[in-house]
């Protein structure tokens, strides 16, 4: 049997050239009459094909909680107490979702469109900096207006307040959003939501270089939860740009402070274009045991090296990384690391030679 996601595939590939690419997932299901989903006829969404036999067939999207919890329950029943109602198990398809797509809805609004960015957590931002500033879209949403943007945003924060009121948890909540990267068709996904989130706004596609350069991968205003009036609080982008630099600043300060206060622990010592990472167990260790080596000059894919002997890769590392073991107790000494590596043998020995710039905590 397919999964979910070859069918979904496989659907997307039989849209005609032209047509609204925008599938939900929808499910099947055959009854012997239609006495046992009787109070379940009159539910809007609910497609019923009524056959010559008396039977019914029940089409139902994958958001029909309703409809979905019904089946459930009946499917349980046949399980248990054998087959009555149910011709054959439910089965799933993918389908345009006729007359309420939100794809079909905002293609006919009016403009100007704008283009967003979802930030579930706010630390995320120096990611999505990067991510600009190399030419990458991050995931970059283009919405119909300005009012579907801020329609969006308040959608997730609804959530997040309707979560807050049944949980007591800080945690992040999940939530099922449109996908709006144009990049691909439009599909709901899931995605989270807290506090600190944010939905940044460009007036142009901020993943255009030039777009890029011109406001060095600040937005033009962004969207943050208002938690103390429960609202919507808007902050112009220069003034958030204004704000997230001193933030920045702010929490460098902080972490040179505790490097200065803390000279034991993880250290980075930064010697001859290389980042070895390594950690000391008091303040006049010259060495201890080795976590890490990032040569940029290295084309060699990343690895993890254990003590044994055995290698493997690291896939979304950059190239030139060696890691050492798995965790702190696991990292070899720089003896043992120079005979793992022979070719950073020299660096080990710069760093108890106190060669290179270190710092720690």
């Not at 349980?76 to 087959?83: F, R, V």
């Not at 879209?137 to 283009?142: C, E, K, S, T």
């Not at 009036?229 to 402070?257: K, L, N, S, W």
């Not at 980042?275 to 894919?301: F, H, K, M, N, V």
Request: glycine share 6%; hydrophobic share 40%; net charge negative.
């Amino acid at each position: 049997m397919p999964e979910l996601e070859d069918l979904y595939q496989q659907a997307l590939a039989a849209v005609p050239d032209g047509a609204c690419r925008m599938l939900v997932a929808y499910s099947r299901a055959r009854f012997t009459g239609p006495d046992p989903v009787a109070d379940l006829l009159d539910d809007e969404r609910l497609i019923v094909d009524r056959h010559h036999d008396g039977s019914v067939t029940l089409v139902w999207d994958q958001f029909n909680t309703r409809i979905l919890a019904a089946v459930i329950e009946l499917t349980m029943q046949e399980l248990h107490q054998g087959p009555r109602y149910l011709s054959a198990p439910p089965e799933q398809f993918f389908a345009h979702p006729d007359g309420w797509c939100p794809a079909c809805a905002e293609s006919s609004m009016p403009g100007p469109e704008v283009w967003g960015i979802w930030l579930a957590q706010d630390w995320e931002r120096a990611h999505v900096r990067a991510a600009l500033r190399a030419g990458e879209q991050y995931d970059v949403h283009r919405f119909a207006n300005r009012t579907v943007a801020e329609a969006a945003a308040r959608g997730n924060f609804a959530a997040l307040l309707r979560a807050r009121r049944r949980w007591a948890s800080r945690t992040l909540v999940e939530i099922t959003v449109l996908d709006r990267d144009p990049r691909t068709a439009p599909r709901y996904r899931l995605d989270f939501v807290a506090e600190h989130s944010q939905l940044r706004l460009w007036h142009e596609n901020p993943a255009e270089p030039a777009v890029a350069r011109r406001n060095r991968q600040w937005p033009d205003e962004v969207l943050l939860f208002d938690p103390g009036a429960d609202r919507i609080a808007t902050v112009p982008g220069p003034d958030f740009a204004e704000q997230a630099d001193a933030a920045d600043a702010a929490a460098e300060t902080r972490r040179a402070r505790q490097r200065a206060a803390n000279p034991v622990g993880f250290q980075v010592t930064t010697l001859d274009g290389c980042q070895i990472t390594w950690y000391r167990e008091a303040a006049d260790d010259r060495e201890g045991g080795l976590c890490s080596i990032l040569d940029p000059g290295s084309a060699e894919p990343a690895q993890r090296l254990l003590d044994d002997g055995a290698a493997e890769s690291i896939d979304g590392a950059p190239r030139g990384l060696t890691v050492y073991g798995r965790h702190r107790h696991d990292r070899p000494s720089f003896a043992r690391a120079a005979a793992m590596t022979p070719q950073y043998a020299y660096l080990l020995t710069g760093i108890t030679e106190g060669r290179g710039s270190t710092a720690g905590g």
